[in-house]
């Protein structure tokens, strides 16, 4: 019902529309309409009523909300299938287990909270309500080590869609670690669903520290929040349809012309290259040069004369002289 209300009342922008024809057209009591418009209030819609008139639309929340979000969105399959919640353990989770039983191919997990959030080998992710934690359901057409590079093409999308809605120019630190001014903006977690060797679904987890404050995370983290860095709070859906309009598109082009053109794209917007690194693998640090990333999404670092590839599964990278990168 609440969205069939914001649908009359998106119909035609700036324009009051009656009580009573809301009454009618949705075969409600006034008191329910009047309820209905309190709700939305509640939920962060700013709604004009004047008693002559009617109601009118004057903006739609900042925060996470499905009908704001679903009009934002300019993709043809991501988002299109949309899980919301309040408070999940984390949307990686959930998107798995939706994934093995209905979800579609672009359908997307939300939720304004999470209480068990995680980055790479179940390292916790802090989550509290203002962050952008969402997680998109792939069936990709593509082979098992194609879809190994996904992490990348999606932090070209985080990007991109992070410079578009704010103006900040933050970069990626191999494999999936978006900073800004050596701080963590966002984070990204693609996870297969199965078996590797019969891949068909991945789920792509991608955590923005958005519109939450940095005092709201654990002081020792190398963390930033936009909130702070801006002065502001953002759009989250605006945030979250621009990020999955990039992720489509970025697929779109891997699927048709493979990785190389989304390499190129994802080094433009590479933290570290030329610069001294350590890398930890297995109870060992390497130190050398990062001099790109290889065909195959490998990283790419020269040490004692010879280069080394490194797997994003397996390692730790980390900037020399103490900088976090
Ligand atoms: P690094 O190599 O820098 O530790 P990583 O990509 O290997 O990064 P993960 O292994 O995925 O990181 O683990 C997530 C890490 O992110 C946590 O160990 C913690 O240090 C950090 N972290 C947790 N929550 C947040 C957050 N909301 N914002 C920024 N950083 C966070
Ligand atoms: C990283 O450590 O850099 C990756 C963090 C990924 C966090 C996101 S938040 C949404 C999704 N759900 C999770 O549990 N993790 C990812």
Redesign the pocket.
Known sequence: MRHKILDLLAERPGEFISGEQISQELNLTRAAVWKQMKGLKEAGYEIEAQTKNGYRLLASPLALDSWALARELETENLGRELYFYEDIS????KAKELARQRAAHGAVVIARR?SA????MQ?L?E?PAGGL???VVLKPNLSLAEASKLTLVTGVAVVDALRDLTGLKPGIKWP??ILFEGK?LA???AEVVGEWTTIQTMVI???VNANIERKDLSPELPAASLHDLLGRKLDLNRLAASILKYLEQGLKEFEQDGFAPLRELWLERALGIGRECAIEKGGRVYRGIIRGIAPDGELLVEAEGKEHHFSAGEVRLRAVNGEYF
Do not use: A, F, V
């Not at 959030?117 to 790479?120: A, V």
């Open positions: 984390s949307t990686n989770e999470q959030g995680h980055g790479r390292r992710w989550s934690w969402m997680t999936n670690d963590k984070g990204i977690l987890g991608i955590g």
